[in-house]
């Protein structure tokens, strides 16, 4: 029985390293803000009375904000008896929510990508990913952001990470310039970054992230962009193992 490729560090591998979704598949989750937090409160309240010897838990996804005044009680809740835990922060992630995060089974600390990251942020990522799963929020808007300084951001966490999140926020009529329109189509009343630019932010992340040991999920505007996407990788494939098999066939010569 062949061993299953897998990422690792410097991609020895040679994993092509891509994974696809969609926003909407990304947006499967309850969001936990002050507005339900009365109801899901009673929710992990009923799970708590049903629990025994361990935590009962739903199957249920949350999402839960770094909060300066967030509702403490609730996020304990949500931390024993919820299902599946992703923490958003825009900074770093408290200890004690570390330990928190250690002990729930399904759970995903997702910090959004700064321009540089200070040597308490590298280490606060290092502590989080010894309890959990770390992903980092890439949002790209084109030709606003250079990619290459992702990468020079991305470069002190490397081997700590487990997912780069690459996603592209579409723009009202109102953020829309003209520097943006080339590289953006018109639906649904915002403004979507064309599928082939997406698939060339990936190409150009590919082999650093790779190397880093991140697996890469670019997320995508929906399924069609999706199949789009697909289609430029298999035909990317296509000309790799053409130009493979014209360079074996002239070495033979």
């Known amino acids: 029985m062949t061993r299953k490729k897998s990422l ?11 994974n696809l979704t969609t926003k909407q598949d990304e947006a499967n989750f309850i969001k936990v803000t002050r507005i339900n937090e009365k109801a899901i409160e009673r929710e992990m309240d009923q799970l708590k009375a049903k629990s025994t010897r361990f935590n009962r838990r739903n199957k249920k996804r949350y999402l839960l904000y770094k909060e300066r005044y967030g509702n403490d009680t609730v996020q304990d809740k949500v931390f024993d008896h919820g299902g599946y835990i992703y923490y958003y922060t825009t900074d770093r992630v408290p200890v004690p929510i570390i330990n928190k995060l250690a002990a729930v ?3 995903e600390v997702v910090y959004f990508c700064k321009k540089e990251h200070t040597l308490e942020d590298v280490r606060n990522v290092q502590l989080v990913s010894m309890a959990t799963k770390v992903s980092i929020d890439v949002p790209i808007v084109l030709p606003d952001i250079n990619i290459y300084d992702y990468l020079f951001s991305l470069y002190p966490l490397r081997y700590h990470v487990d997912k780069v999140k690459i ?5 009202s009529e109102k953020e829309i310039q003209e520097r943006h329109k080339p590289f953006y189509v018109f639906y649904n009343g915002m403004y979507h970054l064309k599928s082939k630019y997406k ?5 150009y992340l590919q082999e650093p992230l790779s190397t880093w040991k991140m697996n890469i999920w670019l997320v995508c505007d929906s399924k069609r962009d999706m199949h789009m996407v ?4 298999i035909n990317d494939n296509k000309r790799f193992r053409k130009a493979d098999s014209e360079a074996a066939e ?3 010569e």
């Open 250 to 252: 002239g070495s033979e």
């Open 230 to 233: 697909e289609e430029m990788v």
């Open 8 to 18: 690792n560090i410097h991609n020895t591998d040679r994993l092509f390293n891509l």
């Open 105 to 107: 089974p399904q759970s």
């Open 167 to 171: 996603s592209f926020p579409a723009l």
């Open 199 to 203: 698939y060339m932010c990936f190409q």
